[in-house]
T-cell receptor, first 117, second 114 residues
Framework: GAVVSQHPSWVICKSGTSVKIECRSL??????MFWYRQFPKQSLMLMAT?????????EQGVEKDKFLINHASLTLSTLTVTSAHPEDSSFYIC?????????????FGEGSRLTVL | AQSVAQPEDQVNVAEGNPLTVKCTYS??????LFWYVQYPNRGLQFLLK??????LVKGSYGFEAEFNKSQTSFHLKKPSALVSDSALYFC????????????FGKGTRLSVIA
């Protein structure tokens, strides 16, 4: 199956700093990637849709200046949590859909656990 | 608008017994339905999908799911549960049109007891 790689798996940072999470599609090109956030014991909340070469589409209630998304190439999307605060601590998961999968199952990265002190 | 309901937060099953994890959905057009499994601190792994055709779909690790259009359900099943099946299971749906993201249910935690 298609492989999506996410890095880092774990990150701890101080309040006020910025953290970048990378999402790569290793064996396919992805014009669209999706970023989800998962709170403890809860489901996945879609944050934004990352579009290669254009601006990301954010879901209602997600601060675009807080969560910067860049999709600079067909295999890489990045999520930057700016001026992080403890409430941003969460599990962030990216996903992508290979273009030849018309049925549209998503393939997920392993997730990045962010802890803001 | 699309939505998914997983009515059970937790399902407990004895090893070797059959298991069912329930899912119902709502979508405006034709649904694409999916099941994913998540182990602790890991991403989601794809189990199976329904797109069209046979209502009973078979997936990874011996899991299967039955699409029921009249009941708008897509329950996940396995004839004989293993302790290693213990994990968090998510049902997801999207409309068949366009490059839309998946909408997930809140998840059901399956515990298989030896």
């Amino acid at each position: 199956g298609a492989v999506v790689s996410q890095h880092p798996s774990w990150v701890i940072c101080k309040s006020g700093t910025s953290v970048k999470i990378e999402c790569r599609s290793l064996d396919f090109q992805a014009t669209t990637m999706f970023w989800y956030r998962q709170f403890p014991k809860q489901s996945l909340m879609l944050m934004a849709t990352s579009n290669e070469g254009s601006k990301a589409t954010y879901e209602q209630g997600v601060e675009k200046d807080k969560f910067l998304i860049n999709h600079a190439s067909l295999t890489l999307s990045t999520l930057t949590v700016t001026s992080a605060h403890p409430e941003d601590s969460s599990f962030y998961i990216c996903s992508a859909r290979p273009p030849d999968r018309a049925s549209g199952e998503l393939f997920f990265g392993e997730g990045s656990r962010l802890t803001v002190l | 608008a699309q939505s998914v309901a997983q009515p059970e937060d937790q399902v407990n099953v004895a090893e070797g017994n059959p298991l069912t994890v329930k899912c119902t959905y709502s979508v405006s057009g034709n649904p694409y339905l999916f099941w994913y499994v998540q182990y602790p601190n890991r991403g989601l792994q794809f189990l199976l999908k329904y797109i069209t055709g046979d209502n009973l779909v078979k997936g990874s690790y011996g899991f299967e799911a039955e699409f029921n259009k009249s009941q708008t359900s897509f329950h996940l099943k396995k004839p004989s549960a293993l302790v290693s099946d213990s994990a968090l299971y998510f049902c997801a749906v999207r409309d068949s049109s366009g490059n839309t993201p998946l909408v997930f249910g809140k998840g059901t935690r399956l515990s298989v007891i030896a």
